[in-house]
């Protein structure tokens, strides 16, 4: 609730681009699961606009909202029309055993059977021509094959994706973006899908939810955002929110997926390389080295899933969702400008993440290997955010301005030992930190306090009724951590041990 | 040179949900699962095991069906010394693209790479749709090995990557040991004895029978 009053009353007076891209990457306070991600996304990705006249925002995004709904509807009924217009041309055929004439053919028909109206309309179902009842019939069973077997092995375990109806609607949705597009199904599309249908319905379900017993106050808001985020426009929602994603006036994730020739240099590919030579190289010469030179590993191994998911296999659900924010908050702050995902903050994470299990990475090629394809869970995303942004913008001049870190003793806490049974892998890990990997690491906490600190000083009017109430809290916790930061450069025998 | 330890790696490649990812982990860690995800990208596991009394470790990377002919490929056949070519039996599709699967192992892989033919889902005989005799005169033709398995069944698995790592080890080690160490001719080793079919001969056909009396395949 408290997401749709800031959205609400922010709309109202006027603000809500700021307010948006503060919520959205604020990784200090508590991030719900339930947070209308849904609703964010719309918004960033400009599905629903953001600069919307003071006071006006609900009737301009339900009219939004109505025609997104009214767009899916009438594709994708003209779509199955379509196809049962091609189920119904077929039986008068095969009933009357006729065979049709047109240019293609090298039959001749009796003239008797060219008076037939009911002849002429029927095609040669083996020489169709381009943009036939057949072409479509084929292209449709080819997607649906592929997709349905991926939709099928699609095991999240959330009841919503037991039921047939979602298959179906998942299958609906895959084949219709493939048409209209022109391209053929990709395995893990079908998981981008999915992913942004869960959340869509959640959220949806939740305003359902939410209506049936609202408090009077909030009546009208629920109302509204209930027409913004309908139960019965999931699909439409879904749909628009997917093409949006992989195409080229949104992520233009389609990069990674399709290459505008067979054996040109795969966008894909490229990212891959480019992620793990020169993104890592800035991060850490000696990681870099020990992967590419030492190791010899390609990075088209493991970012293929890693970049083409957008990490879904790498993250929990929600931990995905906050990531999303990320990479569509980059989306829209580059506005009408080239964006290129290939140099995006998706790439950068890639490194980040790299950089955070740099232990394991060192230990040798095979463990690198496996910790590569099984990536450790992690339990604050937002310490890798915090890393991908000050490596992206340390001036803060552009995505930096925005985004809040997570509170330090979450970084301290992500760094004390893992459960007993890797204790002393890690102890002996820790023990191969040389002096300035242990300075690096110390220094990129100062940067991140004096970041914090910098965001205190100069709050934007709207932050500072928020602040105002921590200050005091975060003065305290600030000291807290410097303290911890000289203790570890002071006495610098103890630093292993206190990693260990 | 005796002490070395051996590293093989493997590629497995074939149709999407022919059963490559399950053949992997059934093979690794002997589990099987009906739930498992499309692959994307590749996967990989190793699997240490002792061949001529030797300890090896095996390298197996399983691979997406969907991917065919992209520069992402070099990097995976890259260094391979075997392959698996898998098709699901119950699909002659997945069988009729085989071909075009061997036609781009050739293309990334030297010509000691051993190439097996895995006809998997010998459990389902009654969707049979690819005749075993089919699968052999074409594994014959291409100097391929061939053999049937069951990731879910467990048939056959073990003994496939087992007779993969022995024909790697005959092809390419076996021969490096016999000349001291150094590497022999190019020539001589594209010149090697082409891997034998052994479910083809008489002595394997009598084995094979006789092991699997009961069993499919």
Aim: negative net charge; hydrophobic residues 40%.
């Amino acid at each position: 609730m408290e997401e749709l009053r800031n959205i609400h009353h922010s709309a109202q007076e006027g603000r809500l681009e700021e307010a948006l891209l503060r919520r959205v990457l604020d990784f200090a306070r508590h991030r719900p699961f339930r947070a209308f991600h849904s609703l964010r996304w719309r918004l960033l990705l400009g599905l629903l606009p953001v600069n919307v006249e003071a006071g006006r925002h609900f009737q301009e995004w339900e009219e939004c909202t109505r025609a997104e709904i009214r767009d899916w509807n009438e594709m994708n009924d003209n779509l199955q029309q379509r196809l049962v217009a091609t189920d119904s041309a077929v039986r008068p055929v095969e009933k009357k055993g006729l065979v049709s004439k047109d240019e293609f053919s090298s039959f001749s028909s009796s003239s008797s059977c060219a008076d037939d109206g009911e002849s002429r309309t029927v095609e040669n179902p083996l020489l169709p021509g381009v943009g036939s009842l057949y072409a479509l019939r084929y292209c449709v069973d080819t997607i649906r094959a592929t997709a349905q077997k991926d939709l099928d092995r699609l095991h999240w375990d959330f009841p919503l994706f037991e039921k047939s109806t979602t298959r179906k609607a998942l299958l609906d949705i895959i084949v219709n973006y493939c048409l209209r597009h022109d391209y053929g199904y990709k395995q893990g599309m079908h998981e981008i899908a999915a992913f942004i249908f869960y959340l869509n319905h959640t959220d949806s379900a939740l305003l359902e939810e939410i209506s049936k017993t609202p408090e009077e106050a909030d009546k009208a808001l629920i109302d509204g955002f209930c027409r913004i985020c309908p139960i019965n426009g999931v699909m439409a929602m879904t749909f628009s929110l997917f093409e949006n994603v992989m195409g080229a006036s949104g992520l233009r994730l389609y990069e990674w997926y399709h290459s505008s020739e067979e054996y040109a240099r795969d966008s894909i590919a490229t990212a891959s390389h480019r992620t793990q030579r020169e993104l890592l190289a800035e991060f850490d010469p000696v990681l870099h080295h020990q992967m590419n030179v030492v190791y010899e590993i390609e990075g088209t191994s493991y970012l293929i899933r890693w970049l083409r998911l957008l990490y879904l296999r790498e993250f929990s659900i929600p931990q995905c969702a906050d990531l999303w924010d990320l990479f569509l908050s980059e989306r829209f702050l580059a506005r009408h400008d080239d964006y290129t995902l290939n140099n995006s903050i998706v790439t950068m994470l890639a490194a980040s993440m790299l950089f955070y299990v740099k232990q394991d990475l060192m230990v040798g090629c095979i463990d690198a290997l496996k910790r590569l394809m099984k990536y450790p869970p992690v339990e604050d995303v937002g310490t890798l955010v915090e890393m991908t942004i000050m490596q992206r913008d340390p001036k803060k001049n552009g995505i930096g301005r925005y985004f809040t870190p997570p509170e330090r003793h979450e970084l301290f806490r992500a760094k004390t030992p893992p459960p007993m049974e890797e204790t002393s892998a890690l102890a002996t890990s820790s023990a191969l930190l040389s002096p300035i990997e242990v300075m690096n690491q110390q220094g990129t906490i100062l940067a991140s306090i004096i970041a914090r600190l910098e965001l205190l000083w100069m709050p934007s009017s709207d932050a500072m009724s928020n602040d105002a109430g921590h200050a005091a809290e975060t003065h305290a916790r600030t000291i807290e951590e410097l303290k911890k930061v000289r203790d570890v450069l002071l006495f610098s025998n103890g630093s292993k041990t206190h990693y260990a | 040179m005796e002490n070395t330890n051996l590293t093989f790696k493997v590629v497995i490649i074939g149709d999407s949900g022919v059963g490559k990812s399950n053949l992997m982990t059934r093979y690794t860690a002997n589990e099987f699962s009906q739930d498992t995800p499309a692959t994307i990208g590749v996967e990989f596991m190793t699997k240490s095991i002792k061949i001529e009394g030797r300890d090896a470790k095996v390298q197996i990377w399983d691979t997406a069906g969907q991917e065919r002919f992209r520069a992402i490929s070099r990097s995976i056949y890259h260094g391979a010394k075997g392959a698996m070519l898998v098709y699901d039996i119950t699909n002659q599709t997945s069988f009729d693209s085989i071909p075009t699967w061997l036609q781009e192992l050739r293309v990334f892989v030297p010509a000691t790479c051993s190439i097996f033919l895995i006809g998997n889902k010998c459990d389902l005989e009654h969707l049979r749709v690819v005749k075993k005799e089919v699968a052999d005169r074409f594994a014959r033709e291409n100097g391929l090995s061939f053999l049937e398995t069951s990731a879910l069944e467990k048939t056959n698995v073990e003994k496939a990557f087992e007779w993969l790592a022995k024909s790697v080890y005959d092809l390419v080690v076996a021969p490096v040991d016999a000349a001291g160490g150094r590497r022999p001719p190019l020539n001589a080793a594209a010149n090697a004895k082409r891997p034998v079919n052994l479910g083809a001969s008489n002595d394997g056909q009598a084995a094979g029978k006789k092991e699997n009396t009961g069993r499919c395949c």
